[in-house]
């Protein structure tokens, strides 16, 4: 089952709190693209379910860009919210993932991937042989068998 982006955001969010991480949106962008790539190549589906494009500066959720855009470089102070319709009403949310495998999962990524710098995750992600280096033109998509073969 693949979760929405935001409600892995917001997880992470909560897990790099009480560990003390401190994360900016091009920090979260890569942080997300980690914990897909070794989610799909562990699983064979799926973690988020939205695609990540090819940007100047690594791999880029779109919509969670423009969510994030406000903060700049800045680290990000609060979780995001998202509207939801239930019943017809229109919610304001800040969705979660409840289920504690998951959880465990992204507190690995965050274990492994979380004392890196914004700018060391982008650097690794440009690295040659990552599926951002397999080059495509600015905004193309990243499939999930590009990022699979980048955790072989």
């Known amino acids: 089952m693949a979760y929405s982006t935001i409600a892995v955001a917001n ?12 994360i900016s949106p091009m920090k979260m962008q890569k942080l997300i693209y980690y914990a897909q790539a070794w989610y799909y190549f562990l699983n064979d589906e799926p973690l988020i379910d939205e695609h990540f ?7 880029v959720i779109p919509s969670l860009y423009h969510k994030l ?19 017809n009403d229109a919610v ?40 951002w280096a397999l080059k495509g033109p600015d ?4 499939t999930l068998e590009e990022m699979k073969l980048e955790t072989e």
């Open 92 to 131: 304001f949310v800040e969705p979660v993932i409840k289920d504690n495998l998951i959880g465990q999962y992204l507190d690995k990524i965050l274990e492994v991937y979380g004392s890196f710098s914004a700018q060391q995750l982008s650097n690794m992600t440009h690295q040659q042989g990552t599926a």
């Open 11 to 22: 997880t992470i969010l909560e897990l790099a709190e009480k560990k003390s991480i401190e």
């Open 53 to 59: 494009s090819r940007w100047h500066y690594g791999p």
């Open 139 to 142: 905004g193309s998509v990243i």
């Open 69 to 87: 855009k406000y903060y700049g470089a800045n680290n990000i102070t609060s979780k995001i919210g998202d509207l939801e319709f239930i019943d």
